[in-house]
T-cell receptor, first 112, second 110 residues
């Protein structure tokens, strides 16, 4: 089992562009979580998804951010019209039900 | 709302010395507490959880509901313990989301 995969590992965007971050959960895991880590801070919850459903998006900014976890393929975190404040490490985790969350290596987004 | 506080950003000890990484939480109900560790250039991984009451790599942590703490302890630190340590909380009323503390960097000097 390769573990949770995230790509790209590093992403550079200019202000106003779109960023797409991908997360492939561990085999057999149907629950996916996205967390954001700003510099010098801990991880902050963004969104919790199951296949084709958003379960909890209480941590998502109201505008420009969206997430999906389609029936087939990876979960996508999409950030439209990026701004410098979006620069952060974005971590994905997956689990079987409400069990232990296993984390991916993260995507480091830099907005120029 | 629940909150996790790790008061020390950096903790530096010598090899063989005891280690205690502090974690305090605020939540009025019955939380689940976790410690995650991130070694250099590796992903975040679960170290231990309070319901398991286990010792991993010599580390233990006891949930103290009276003091709302979940401090991580090891009697004799090793150089390979150097890493970032995050305390996290999960509550029934918040679904499966984890609330993390700000993290403590542990440096074990030779």
């Amino acid at each position: 089992n390769a573990g949770v995969m995230q790509n790209p590992r590093h992403l550079v965007r200019r202000r106003g562009q779109e960023a797409r971050l991908r997360c492939s959960p561990m085999k057999g895991h149907s629950h996916v979580y996205w967390y954001r880590q700003l510099p010098e801070e801990g991880l902050k919850f963004m969104v919790y998804l199951q296949k084709e459903n958003i379960i909890d998006e209480s941590g998502m900014p109201k505008e420009r951010f969206s997430a999906e976890f389609p029936k087939e393929g990876p979960s996508i975190l999409r950030i439209q019209q990026v701004v410098r404040g979006d620069s952060a490490a974005y971590f994905c985790a997956s689990s079987v039900g409400a069990d232990t969350q296993y984390f991916g290596p993260g995507t480091r987004l830099t907005v120029l | 709302a629940q909150r996790v506080t790790q008061p020390e950003k950096l903790l530096s000890v010598f090899k063989g010395a005891p280690v205690e990484l502090k974690c305090n939480y605020s939540y009025s109900g019955s939380p689940e507490l976790f410690w995650y560790v991130q070694y250099s250039r590796q992903r975040l991984q679960l170290l231990l959880r309070h319901i398991s009451r286990e010792s991993i790599k010599g580390f233990t942590a006891d949930l103290n509901k009276g003091e709302t703490s979940f401090h991580l302890k090891k009697p004799f630190a090793q150089e390979e313990d150097s890493a970032m340590y995050y305390c996290a909380l999960r509550t029934r009323n918040a679904g499966n989301m984890l609330t993390f503390g700000g993290g403590t960097r542990l440096m074990v000097k030779p």
